[in-house]
Protein backbone atom coordinates (compact mmCIF):
# COMPACT_ATOMS: atom_id res chain seq x y z
CA UNK A 1 0.00 0.00 0.00
CA UNK A 2 1.22 3.29 -0.49
CA UNK A 3 1.92 5.72 2.18
CA UNK A 4 -0.31 7.96 0.91
CA UNK A 5 -3.13 5.52 0.87
CA UNK A 6 -2.35 4.60 4.09
CA UNK A 7 -2.69 7.83 5.72
CA UNK A 8 -6.35 9.04 3.99
CA UNK A 9 -7.65 5.46 4.97
CA UNK A 10 -6.08 6.68 8.84
CA UNK A 11 -7.68 9.56 8.27
CA UNK A 12 -11.01 8.46 7.14
CA UNK A 13 -11.23 6.16 10.24
CA UNK A 14 -10.33 8.76 12.08
CA UNK A 15 -13.02 11.18 10.56
CA UNK A 16 -15.73 7.97 11.06
CA UNK A 17 -14.26 7.18 14.66
CA UNK A 18 -14.94 11.12 15.41
CA UNK A 19 -18.20 11.31 14.49
CA UNK A 20 -19.37 7.96 16.50
CA UNK A 21 -16.91 9.54 19.62
CA UNK A 22 -18.70 12.88 18.75
CA UNK A 23 -22.61 11.45 18.29
CA UNK A 24 -22.13 9.46 21.92
CA UNK A 25 -20.43 12.52 23.51
CA UNK A 26 -21.62 15.66 22.35
CA UNK A 27 -24.60 17.32 23.71
CA UNK A 28 -24.34 19.98 20.64
CA UNK A 29 -23.26 20.79 17.25
CA UNK A 30 -20.41 22.47 18.19
CA UNK A 31 -18.97 19.68 20.47
CA UNK A 32 -19.92 17.29 17.64
CA UNK A 33 -17.53 19.30 15.34
CA UNK A 34 -15.14 19.69 17.86
CA UNK A 35 -14.68 15.99 18.70
CA UNK A 36 -14.86 15.17 14.80
CA UNK A 37 -12.09 17.54 14.13
CA UNK A 38 -10.12 16.34 17.23
CA UNK A 39 -9.89 12.70 16.41
CA UNK A 40 -9.78 13.23 12.36
CA UNK A 41 -6.44 15.20 13.07
CA UNK A 42 -4.91 12.78 15.65
CA UNK A 43 -5.62 9.74 13.06
CA UNK A 44 -3.76 12.06 10.40
CA UNK A 45 -0.57 12.78 12.40
CA UNK A 46 -0.54 9.11 13.96
CA UNK A 47 -0.22 8.24 10.18
CA UNK A 48 2.05 10.42 9.63
CA UNK A 49 4.42 9.28 12.46
CA UNK A 50 3.77 5.74 11.17
CA UNK A 51 4.67 6.19 8.24
CA UNK A 52 7.76 8.11 9.43
CA UNK A 53 8.72 5.29 11.19
CA UNK A 54 8.33 2.57 8.52
CA UNK A 55 10.37 4.38 6.30
CA UNK A 56 12.57 5.00 8.67
CA UNK A 57 14.07 1.32 9.62
CA UNK A 58 13.37 0.29 5.73
CA UNK A 59 16.25 3.09 5.30
CA UNK A 60 18.01 1.89 7.92
CA UNK A 61 17.99 -1.78 7.51
CA UNK A 62 19.37 -1.04 3.42
CA UNK A 63 22.01 1.09 3.99
CA UNK A 64 23.71 -0.76 7.25
CA UNK A 65 24.39 -3.79 6.10
CA UNK A 66 27.42 -5.03 5.39
CA UNK A 67 27.53 -7.41 2.82
CA UNK A 68 30.66 -8.15 1.73
CA UNK A 69 31.81 -8.67 5.17
CA UNK A 70 29.27 -11.18 5.80
CA UNK A 71 29.93 -13.21 3.12
CA UNK A 72 33.35 -13.19 3.62
CA UNK A 73 33.57 -14.25 7.28
CA UNK A 74 30.50 -16.86 6.26
CA UNK A 75 33.16 -18.22 3.55
CA UNK A 76 35.88 -17.76 5.95
CA UNK A 77 33.71 -20.45 8.41
CA UNK A 78 32.63 -22.64 5.57
CA UNK A 79 36.88 -23.16 5.46
CA UNK A 80 37.02 -24.10 8.90
CA UNK A 81 34.47 -26.34 8.77
CA UNK A 82 35.81 -28.19 6.13
CA UNK A 83 39.59 -28.33 8.01
CA UNK A 84 37.67 -29.53 11.25
CA UNK A 85 35.63 -32.36 9.67
CA UNK A 86 38.65 -33.43 7.55
CA UNK A 87 40.62 -33.58 10.71
CA UNK A 88 38.05 -35.52 11.87
CA UNK A 89 37.52 -37.85 9.33
CA UNK A 90 41.60 -38.59 9.43
CA UNK A 91 40.61 -39.33 13.07
CA UNK A 92 38.42 -41.66 12.53
CA UNK A 93 40.08 -43.74 10.34
CA UNK A 94 42.64 -43.62 12.48
CA UNK A 95 40.46 -45.00 15.19
CA UNK A 96 39.21 -47.57 12.68
CA UNK A 97 42.55 -48.73 11.71
CA UNK A 98 43.99 -48.95 15.63
CA UNK A 99 40.73 -50.84 16.94
CA UNK A 100 40.97 -53.55 13.82
CA UNK A 101 44.84 -53.81 14.14
CA UNK A 102 44.02 -54.33 18.29
CA UNK A 103 41.32 -56.52 17.28
CA UNK A 104 43.87 -58.66 15.36
CA UNK A 105 46.17 -58.68 18.19
CA UNK A 106 44.11 -60.19 20.26
CA UNK A 107 43.08 -62.92 18.13
CA UNK A 108 46.60 -63.89 17.57
CA UNK A 109 47.35 -63.77 20.86
CA UNK A 110 44.64 -66.25 21.99
CA UNK A 111 45.62 -68.80 18.77
Do not use: C, W
Not at 24 to 30: M, V
Not at 43 to 63: A, S
Not at 67 to 82: C, G, Q, R, S
Amino acid sequence: MLSENFIYFFTVQGFFIGIIFGLLKSFDAFGLLSYTLVITAFFYLFGHIVIGFYYRTMNVKTYYFPKELHEKELDMFVHEIKKREQLIDRAVSMRDSLSELNLNDKTEDSK
